[in-house]
């Protein structure tokens, strides 16, 4: 199950600019790229490293620690095959950016 969780003003995030948000504890990165919004988690499916701040070529973010690329809309690298990034849904709505994220089983009372 999901939720819609709101990171934010819509008008914070312009065309070319990204933000990092933290929701439950997961960090996720934000993309305007020319109008269209995509968030992904924040740590590469490689070894961790933090996307934030990786180099953006098109729609395809560059893991800055050693170089694999993602594209922000699929969380695929290019090709087939390969590892993924997870990507999260991400729509405006009355002036607020609003990230779908799974909803977290609470423990199990055991
Ligand atoms: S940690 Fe991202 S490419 Fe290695």
Redesign the pocket.
């Known amino acids: 199950m999901t939720r819609e969780v709101s990171v934010g003003r819509a008008d914070e995030l312009a065309p070319g600019e990204r933000k990092l948000v933290f929701v439950d504890g997961r960090s996720i990165v934000l993309f305007n790229i020319e109008g269209q919004l995509h968030a992904i988690d924040n740590s590469?499916p490689?070894?961790?490293?933090s996307l934030a701040s990786g180099p953006l070529e098109g729609c395809m973010v560059r893991?800055p620690?050693?170089?694999?690329r993602f594209d922000v809309r699929s969380g695929c690298m290019p090709g087939a095959g390969g590892l993924k990034v997870t990507t999260f849904p991400v729509r405006t709505a009355q002036g607020k950016l609003l990230v779908s994220v799974m909803e977290t089983p609470a423990p199990s009372q055991a």
């Open positions: 590469c490689h070894n961790g490293a893991c620690a050693h170089g694999l």
